[in-house]
């Protein structure tokens, strides 16, 4: 393909963006259109379970880039504005405004939004968390609430129920695992973050299944399990998972599955890509589908998609990886943590709760973990983990 | 080209040292960046907007004076 006339990028976040700033890097000078439905200027994510639910960034904090750094990238971003269909042979997004952008290639990096509960939408004090208002409302809850319940065991679930305990509030963090985050950290670590919360005072309950909410006039009373029993609660964060956001693709003809379905180029279909949350796409070292949601493959995909849309005709393949920061523990996962993996503590030691550790199945390295050793972890990664190794990642 | 970091947002994920190591490296204790080169030479600079680009933190700002 020749350098495209124009490039739209829908869904101005931290993939979004990362796609504008690679095709720039990389020389493109061509018409740069950025489509977001936020109000607000890209922003990280990330530090909305930490720094901004925690009240020590302001939201301006965690913008991802500067006014300046935004003028120079010459993107036209149009913002607050959705995107509601795609004609893929023209090329042509519409918007909810009714602009209608055509161009030579079309990028989706719209991202996923939270799942949820049945009866969830209009009651009062069940907060989602995915978005800075999301963030901002959620702190002002929290800071009158008594009790508050997480309903959900995975990542965000785990950092929200350790931000609201260091401000204060009662937390119970309820999940069908055996400890939060053992789909991704497997059994030692996610049994080391288990102790670390109990340490804290949260309240973990490990293998219970919530199944709805309990309400008295249009508030929320607690979390019903499907054992009938109810988690009393003010506060309920529900962090159960997050689908896909491509109801706007509906009638595009693209292949929706979990995600946008994409080639290894990342490609939808002749023109069209897809980047971060949203894509899903065929990894060859990992051999299959695969759909990340860490900030780290936003940017690196988002490079990776770039350069295909200038004519590079590169596979993408990464090893994913992604940290969490909770009370102390600052915690990196290169490659993948299987449960049967097994686990080769190389430095530090796990008493001390400062230690890096390599994964290992049929004797071949296909994770790397840190805990409080972030540099470590990545210098293993470099050692072991130059080839992503196949190892099931997809859900 | 002059490069500054916020350590504050580092998260430790390295990716910069992935992209330039003449530029970046990591403390040893807690992950977080260590600029090597805050002015690095011209033929360093591709790699350094590309370290800046992906730091999944935003922790690395350029500026582009000559
Ligand atoms: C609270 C929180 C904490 C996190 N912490 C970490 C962490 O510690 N480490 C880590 O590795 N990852 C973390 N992540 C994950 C990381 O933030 C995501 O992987 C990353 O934001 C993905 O970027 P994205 O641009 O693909 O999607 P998103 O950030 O979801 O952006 C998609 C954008 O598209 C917009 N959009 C949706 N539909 C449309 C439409 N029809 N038209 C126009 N725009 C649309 C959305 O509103 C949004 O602005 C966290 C995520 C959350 C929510
Ligand atoms: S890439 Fe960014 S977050 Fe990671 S170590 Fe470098 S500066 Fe820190």
């Known amino acids: 393909m020749s350098t495209p006339a124009g490039v739209l990028v829908v869904g101005a976040s931290a993939a979004g963006l990362a796609t504008a700033e690679a095709l720039r890097r990389k020389g493109y000078r061509g018409a740069l259109t950025v489509l977001g439905d936020e109000p ?18 302001e939201p301006e904090r965690a913008h991802v880039r500067s006014g300046d750094a935004l003028e120079r990238l010459d993107a036209r971003l149009l913002l607050g504005d959705a995107a509601v269909s795609l004609d ?70 785990a950092e929200v129920a350790a931000t609201a305990r260091g401000l204060g509030v009662e937390v119970v963090l309820a999940g069908p695992q055996s400890a939060p985050m053992e789909a991704q950290l497997g059994p030692l670590a996610s049994g080391l973050l288990a102790e670390l919360h109990g340490e804290h005072g949260v309240d973990v309950r490990p293998g219970v299944a919530v199944e ?17 029993d109810v988690l009393d609660a003010d506060v309920v964060v529900v962090a159960l998972g997050a689908v896909p956001n491509t109801d706007w693709l509906e009638n595009s003809g693209l292949m929706l599955e979990n995600g946008v379905v994409c080639d290894s180029r990342c490609s ?13 796409w065929q990894h060859h070292g990992l051999g299959g589908l695969v759909r990340l949601e860490n900030r780290t493959n936003a940017t690196e995909q988002a490079a990776a998609v770039a350069a295909n849309i200038l004519g590079a005709d590169l596979p ?26 097994q686990v080769d503590v ?50 | ?44 600079h591709a790699a350094v907007r590309e370290a800046a680009d992906v730091c999944p933190a935003a922790a690395i700002a350029l500026s582009e004076q000559a």
């Not at chain 1, 607000?40 to 960034?57: E, I």
């Not at chain 1, 993408?316 to 049967?340: E, I, K, M, N, S």
């Open chain 1, 316 to 341: 993408y393949a990464p090893v994913p990886h992604f940290w969490t920061d909770q009370f102390a523990a600052r915690v990196q996962v290169h490659g993948v943590l299987p449960a049967d993996a």
């Open chain 1, 88 to 157: 893929v042979a023209a090329r042509t997004v519409r918007s909810a405004s009714g602009r209608d952008l055509t161009a030579d290639a079309v990028v989706v990096a719209t991202g996923v939004r939270p799942r949820v509960l049945p009866g969830q939408a209009g009651l009062r004090g069940v907060h989602v968390l995915r978005s800075l208002d999301d963030a901002l409302a959620l702190r002002v809850r929290l800071l009158g609430a008594r009790r508050l319940v997480v309903a959900g065991d995975g990542v965000l679930g």
């Open chain 2, 1 to 44: 080209m002059k490069i500054t970091v916020d350590e504050e947002k580092c998260c430790g994920a390295g990716s910069c040292v992935l992209a330039a190591p003449e530029v970046f490296d990591q403390r040893d204790e807690d992950g977080v960046v260590v600029l090597l080169d805050a002015e690095p030479a011209e033929g360093l």
């Open chain 1, 40 to 57: 607000h200027v890209p922003y990280d994510r990330p530090p909305l379970s930490k720094q901004v639910l925690a009240g020590q960034w």
């Open chain 1, 212 to 228: 709805g909410l309990a309400s008295a006039d249009g508030r929320v009373t607690g979390v019903r399990l499907t054992t009938g």
């Open chain 1, 346 to 395: 190389v430095e530090g030691d796990i008493a001390s709760r400062r230690f890096a550790a390599v994964y290992e199945r049929d004797g071949r390295a296909v994770g790397v973990l840190g805990w409080n050793m972030p540099k470590q972890a990545r210098l293993l990664r470099q050692r072991h983990l130059v080839e992503p190794r196949a190892a099931a990642v997809d859900s």
């Open chain 1, 268 to 280: 939808a279909a002749d023109g069209i890509y897809a980047v971060g949350d949203v894509a899903r």
